[in-house]
């Protein structure tokens, strides 16, 4: 199994980036996947969320309306697009594929950084 983020850097405040988050070695559509980040010092937290087929899909308060997470099962590969990047936003970013069939399955991505300053 592995999950492969991309699309990390350095940006300015107000900028955007794109995430990508490949995996392989399981059933991905089935999977929910998420984006989690750690910033220095402080707890990995759940940034967003989506369930296999796409449908729902849910945020932090903090990236309400600035950030989009979305897939491509044909691809293997989930999204997210942030917007209007702050500061605050500066962490490692990682990709997670969580899953419920007896018991849970879950696996990570070694994690991407971001970093937004002027």
């Known amino acids: 199994v592995q999950l492969v983020e991309s699309g990390g850097g350095l940006v300015q405040p107000g900028g955007s980036l794109r995430l990508s988050c490949a995996g392989s070695?399981?059933?991905?559509?089935?999977?929910?996947m998420s984006w989690y980040r750690q910033a220095p010092g402080k707890e990995r937290e759940l940034v967003a969320g989506?369930?296999?087929?796409?449908?729902?899909?849910n945020y932090a308060d903090s990236v309400k309306g600035r950030f989009t997470i979305s897939r491509d099962n044909a691809k293997n590969t989930v999204y997210l697009q942030m917007n209007s990047l702050k500061p605050e936003d500066t962490a490692v970013y990682y990709c997670?594929?969580?899953?419920?069939?007896?018991?849970?399955?879950?696996?990570w991505g070694q994690g991407t950084q971001v970093t937004v300053s002027s």
């Open positions: 070695g399981f059933t991905f559509s089935s999977y929910t």
């Open positions: 997670n594929a969580r899953r419920y069939i007896t018991r849970w399955y879950e696996y």
């Open positions: 989506v369930t296999g087929a796409g449908g729902t899909t």
